[in-house]
């Protein structure tokens, strides 16, 4: 199964352009939508979701025309989008038996093995009869994640999940996205680096509606070997560096600044650093660097 996007582009009333021709294929497995806020992610996943029209471009899965077979899309398709509010205070089994309903799944021995599948999938078996109401952002987060599958689907599409979940949380959130992802599609998008360098098998870096990289994390890291350079400097020398050198990021650390530049070869007084890939991920931002 492969998602291939061409040509996408959108622009908004307001005259904000979200999307400029994008192009991005999207392999099985976990892949992950790596963009700043505002950088077009929920855009694009909205566009995919069929929820929202794009002005110009094509979505294919596999044989599926997305933009126009919406109908067909939407019953192989999960969404669990940004805002997913589950205050209710109803149970996490009822309002999965609830939501299963609407999808048309009428016997009721069918719904009971099909919800308690889920709820163990995403490991709130445990907490089944719990309200909703009770259920922390983690929970909530997995809770959704399980009726974005209630109807099987073979693309799951998670906009910006991991946002406010404590590490704790965020890990066993992760952990469970990485284990659907041997199954369906998954695409995540996030703002966080660390998602993606965690789980993910492939990748996209987009900023200001354009794609800046496609690949895989691991040789995205290896595009900048001997290419990033570190330093500690003070506060106070912070400026003439960013006027001098292509600053990636600065971390305080006992008063004063790690930096961590790019450049070709080393640029004087710095030592060479192994890169990670948050420094892809600002390199590409501030178009240092692009594949695409
Ligand atoms: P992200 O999900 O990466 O934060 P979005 O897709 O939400 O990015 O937004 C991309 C750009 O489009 C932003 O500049 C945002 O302000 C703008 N935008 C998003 N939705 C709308 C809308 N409904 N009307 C006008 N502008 C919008």
Redesign the pocket.
């Given at each position: 199964m492969e998602l291939k996007i061409s040509n996408l582009s959108k622009t908004?009333s307001?005259g904000?352009q979200?999307l400029k021709d994008i192009n991005l294929t999207i392999p099985n497995g976990l892949f992950g939508l790596l963009?700043p806020?505002?950088?077009?992610?929920?855009?694009l996943m909205r566009t995919i979701a069929t929820l929202q029209e794009a002005d110009r471009g094509s979505v294919f899965l596999d044989g599926l025309d997305v933009l126009k077979e919406k109908h067909e899309v939407r019953k192989i398709l999960g969404y669990l989008p940004q805002e997913f509010g589950t205050y209710s205070n109803i149970t996490a089994e009822e309002m999965l038996s609830h939501i299963a309903v609407l999808k048309g799944v009428v016997d009721k021995s069918i719904r009971k093995s099909l919800t308690s599948r889920l709820l163990e999938q995403t490991n709130l078996f445990e907490f089944r009869n719990k309200k909703l109401a009770s259920f922390s952002g983690g929970m909530k987060q997995r809770f959704g994640v399980a009726q974005a599958l209630l109807g099987n689907p073979k693309i799951l599409i998670v906009d910006e999940p991991t946002a406010g979940l404590d590490p704790a949380e965020r890990k066993r959130f992760l952990n469970m996205l990485s284990e659907i992802g041997e199954q369906v599609v998954v695409i995540l998008?996030t703002h966080i680096v660390d998602d993606v360098a965690d789980i993910c098998t492939s990748m996209s870096i987009i900023s200001k509606g354009e794609v800046k990289y496609i690949g895989k994390p691991r040789e995205a890291v290896g595009l900048l070997r001997g290419k990033v350079w570190k330093k500690t400097i003070t506060k106070g020398e912070e400026k003439s560096y960013k006027e001098s050198y292509k600053i990636l990021s600065g971390k305080f650390a006992d008063g004063m600044v790690d930096i961590h530049v790019y450049h070709d070869e080393n640029p004087g007084v710095f030592e060479p650093a192994v890169p990670e890939l948050e420094d892809v991920y600002f390199a590409a931002i501030h178009n240092y660097i692009s594949n695409n």
């Amino acid at each position: 199964m492969e998602l291939k996007i061409s040509n996408l582009s959108k622009t908004y009333s307001n005259g904000v352009q979200a999307l400029k021709d994008i192009n991005l294929t999207i392999p099985n497995g976990l892949f992950g939508l790596l963009g700043p806020n505002g950088a077009g992610k929920s855009t694009l996943m909205r566009t995919i979701a069929t929820l929202q029209e794009a002005d110009r471009g094509s979505v294919f899965l596999d044989g599926l025309d997305v933009l126009k077979e919406k109908h067909e899309v939407r019953k192989i398709l999960g969404y669990l989008p940004q805002e997913f509010g589950t205050y209710s205070n109803i149970t996490a089994e009822e309002m999965l038996s609830h939501i299963a309903v609407l999808k048309g799944v009428v016997d009721k021995s069918i719904r009971k093995s099909l919800t308690s599948r889920l709820l163990e999938q995403t490991n709130l078996f445990e907490f089944r009869n719990k309200k909703l109401a009770s259920f922390s952002g983690g929970m909530k987060q997995r809770f959704g994640v399980a009726q974005a599958l209630l109807g099987n689907p073979k693309i799951l599409i998670v906009d910006e999940p991991t946002a406010g979940l404590d590490p704790a949380e965020r890990k066993r959130f992760l952990n469970m996205l990485s284990e659907i992802g041997e199954q369906v599609v998954v695409i995540l998008s996030t703002h966080i680096v660390d998602d993606v360098a965690d789980i993910c098998t492939s990748m996209s870096i987009i900023s200001k509606g354009e794609v800046k990289y496609i690949g895989k994390p691991r040789e995205a890291v290896g595009l900048l070997r001997g290419k990033v350079w570190k330093k500690t400097i003070t506060k106070g020398e912070e400026k003439s560096y960013k006027e001098s050198y292509k600053i990636l990021s600065g971390k305080f650390a006992d008063g004063m600044v790690d930096i961590h530049v790019y450049h070709d070869e080393n640029p004087g007084v710095f030592e060479p650093a192994v890169p990670e890939l948050e420094d892809v991920y600002f390199a590409a931002i501030h178009n240092y660097i692009s594949n695409n």
